[in-house]
């Protein structure tokens, strides 16, 4: 074989496990009862779960604990996910800017015992376009 043959499988073998690992880093979107069976099987993979925050008849979030005076890395909420399970949510960072004004919730993390410990917090925060404004402009 000629060098540059030998090159060639090297460098193809280079990207597919490059490809190979940043596969296994990929999560999956699951429901709260998902990554509770997960755990329970053993399996401590990253998973994402969607949902909105938990609020009374006012639209106050309710349980969330936050108080940078006393730990500024700690961040707890209950979120509820689209099957409408609640779950207890920690994030061992600062609470988001915005968070209470978001409309969904996804977060990445995986559950350790009782609580989803998450790593990631994505907000999606209501648009700044109200629906009326968006017709009084389709009328001009």
Not at 17 to 27: F, L, P, Q, R, V
């Amino acid at each position: 074989m000629k060098k540059s043959h030998i090159f060639g499988i090297i460098i193809i073998g280079l990207a597919i496990m490059i490809i190979m690992s940043t596969a296994g880093d990929a999560s999956t979107y699951v429901t709260f009862g998902e990554a509770i069976e997960r755990a329970h099987d053993g399996d401590n993979s990253k998973v994402h779960v969607v949902g909105r925050l938990k609020k009374d008849a006012q639209g106050h979030i309710v349980n969330m604990q936050y108080d940078p005076l006393v730990d500024p890395n700690y961040f707890a909420f209950t979120l509820v996910d689209t099957n409408k399970v609640e779950q207890r949510v920690v994030y061992f960072n600062p609470k988001p800017q915005d968070f209470e004004r978001s409309e969904q919730v996804v977060i990445t993390g995986n559950m350790k015992q009782d609580v989803f410990v998450a790593d990631k917090i994505l907000l999606k925060c209501p648009s700044k376009y109200v629906e009326k404004d968006i017709n009084k402009t389709a009328s001009l």
